[in-house]
């Protein structure tokens, strides 16, 4: 892959370059089923995660089965041909609906044992009350109501999964796994279940001693981490998810089965790639720490924190799905709240007042919207959003036209964008725009 023209610290590139990058990463999650080792299978690309079978003695045993019943059975028969014994158990590595909501698809005539950790489903209810907002904001992350011609995908999945279904066959665990984990054999495999905070609080790995195979769930798949999601969470540990990863990393796999994008079915590679990572997001967790201590506020921080040059171009840590700017503020606020020291930050003006101050600045509100304007001219897309942001609190303003504006910075800088959820969002949010659907308060 070309990278010559990257930035560091920017996911934003020519807009070809955007498009040729987001396409490559494609090839991470093209419908496909991966033979990962003798009797051990991953269907990828069925739905936006992965969901894998492990051939045992009398029957088979599942982790992870996709977001809804109508992809899991089209992946299970897929991965069919390969045995069509009984499940026996169904594992959930972590919450995320994306991982849970087919496993009534899997079932045959005796139901399975399920495990999953016994904080499971501890992910998304803390911020149950803002629900409303975050369903907005995923449908804007995720692209759900892109037209195909604007889609390209969601970084680590494919677009264009139909989610109708999503949630429907959700069967609820009948096995907790304890913090100390759990050792188990089921239909004559051995596994172990090591409980591991990432993405999740509730996430689990598990590993295969005897084939050396290890299923991360979401702690870990071909792209920098979402160690923040703009859709809206809760602070992600992330130093414990670093932790994860290196303890991953301390039983060398020679499989290594992501919950998310293709295996890594090389030693080398695998345990590589889980140094690396882990190494990534500590370095990121110590950078950000590092500039809290100096004083420095979150948008600072943010513009100065880089991976290491050593690290940077590794294909498993471009930011095509998480963003190292927005985990440094995640970082921040996760660990100081929202205030960043600075008395001028207190008690700021209304955004009407600050607004009225920028036009009498530049000489009018008139003269605003010139500088508005000219920014778009010059691409300057990220100022012509500031811009267009004061003067929609301006009542002398001609609004329908900082709007305007707006839809096209906005568009202009999607083009630019590698990240998927920020180039998704950009859009998304573009379209609510164009089409009336936003209140004035989002514009
Ligand atoms: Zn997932």
Known sequence: MMLASRVQGETKVDP??????????????????????????????????????????????????LRGPSSAARALEAMRKYSDQP??????????????????????????????TESFGSAEGVNEAVNPVKRKRNIRQFGRKLSPLEMTNRGVAPAGTADNDGGKGFLQPTVKVPK???????AGVELEFHVAPGETDDAMFIWLPNKKVLFAGDNFYSSFPNLYAIRGTAYRNVLKWSESVGKM??????????GHTMPILDQDLAVAALTDYSEAIRSVYDQTVRGINAGKSPDLIAHEVRLPDHLKDKPYLIEFYGSVPHAVRAIYSGLLGWFDGNPTTLSPLHPRK???????????????????????AAEEFQWALELSDHLKWLDDADKKLARKVKIEALRGLAG????????????????????????????
């Open 16 to 65: 070809k370059t955007a498009l040729r990058m987001l396409n490559a990463q494609q090839q991470q999650f093209e419908k496909t089923v991966v033979q990962v080792t003798d009797n051990v299978y991953t269907a990828v690309g069925f739905h936006g995660a992965n969901t894998s079978m492990i051939v045992g003695k009398d029957g088979v045993i599942i982790v992870d089965t």
């Open 87 to 116: 499940v026996k158990a169904i594992i959930y590595t972590h919450s995320h609906g994306d991982h849970i909501g087919g496993a009534n698809a899997m079932v045959g005539e005796t139901m399975p044992d399920i495990y999953a």
């Open 180 to 186: 100390e984990g759990l050792k188990t054999t089921i």
């Open 249 to 258: 990393a301390a039983l060398e796999p020679e499989f290594l089965v992501p």
């Open 354 to 376: 600050e607004a009225e101050k920028m036009a009498q600045l530049a000489g009018g509100t008139q003269r605003l919207t010139e500088q508005m304007e000219s920014a778009l």
């Open 416 to 443: 630019r964008e590698y990240n998927a959820p920020n180039r998704n969002y950009y859009l998304s949010y573009a379209n609510e725009l164009e089409s009336g659907a936003l209140s004035e308060i989002w514009f």
